[in-house]
């Protein structure tokens, strides 16, 4: 099936830095990738949609300045959260959908975010 | 998008038959239904798919009666190995197909 990566797949950062999370589909094109964030014992929540080529469309709540995605091209979509603080500490989930596999969505291993 | 009602946890033993039952009643015509599984600090992995009646794949089954507002997973002979929490998510891909995940069911496989 489909592969999704994430790199890094954990990171540890100082209160008030930005972190980059990369979301890579692997041998496909993924027309629209997702950004899920999920804290523990809870489930996924999704945090924006974005489309190749467009800016992402954020749920209600999640500030876009604060977390920054581009999806620049068919494979790779990037989520920066800029000046995190330790209530960002969370586990962040990227998925890939192709638009030839209308249904069907594949997720990264996800990225442990840790901010100290 | 269809809200979705799980069971919060169960319960087995190994080798028996899970069966979880996901509750959509406001389903809607374009909707499909999806499930998926997932293990601590890891994604979720996709299970199976389906629209109506019955979708069975080497892992699972998935039963969908006619008015498709409950759909049932169904997994044969689970082992520990099967103790994850198991999500059933409802959307259109028309519209995107905006993934939203309820609280899932944490499925609990003993020895």
């Known amino acids: 099936g489909a592969v999704v990566s994430q790199h890094p797949s954990w990171v540890i950062c100082k209160s008030g830095t930005s972190v980059k999370i990369e979301c890579r589909s692997l041998d496909f094109q993924a027309t629209t990738m997702f950004w899920y964030r999920q804290f523990p014992k809870q489930s996924l929540m999704l945090m924006a949609t974005?489309?190749?080529?467009?800016?992402?469309?954020?749920e209600q709540g999640v500030e876009k300045d604060k977390f920054l995605i581009n999806h620049a091209s068919l494979t790779l979509s990037t989520l920066t959260v800029t000046s995190a603080h330790p209530e960002d500490s969370s586990f962040y989930i990227c998925?890939?959908?192709?638009?030839?596999?209308?249904?069907?969505?594949?997720f990264g291993p996800g990225t442990r975010l840790t901010v100290t | 998008l269809a809200k979705t009602t799980q069971p919060i946890s169960m319960d087995s033993y190994e080798g028996q038959e899970v069966n979880i039952t996901c509750s959509h009643n406001n389903i809607a015509t374009n909707d499909y239904i999806t499930w998926y599984q997932q293990f601590p600090s890891q994604g979720p992995r996709f299970i199976i798919q389906?629209?109506?009646t019955k979708v069975t794949n080497e892992v699972a089954s998935l039963f969908i009666p006619a008015d498709r507002k409950s759909s049932t997973l169904s997994l044969p002979r689970v082992s520990l190995s099967d103790t994850a929490v198991y999500y059933c998510?409802?959307?259109?891909?028309?519209?995107?197909?905006?993934?939203?995940f309820g609280a899932g069911t944490r499925l609990f496989v003993k020895a």
């Open positions: 389906g629209y109506k």
């Open positions: 998510l409802v959307g259109d891909a028309t519209g995107g197909f905006k993934t939203i």
């Open positions: 998925s890939a959908r192709s638009g030839l596999i209308s249904y069907e969505q594949y």
């Open positions: 974005s489309n190749e080529g467009s800016k992402a469309t954020y």
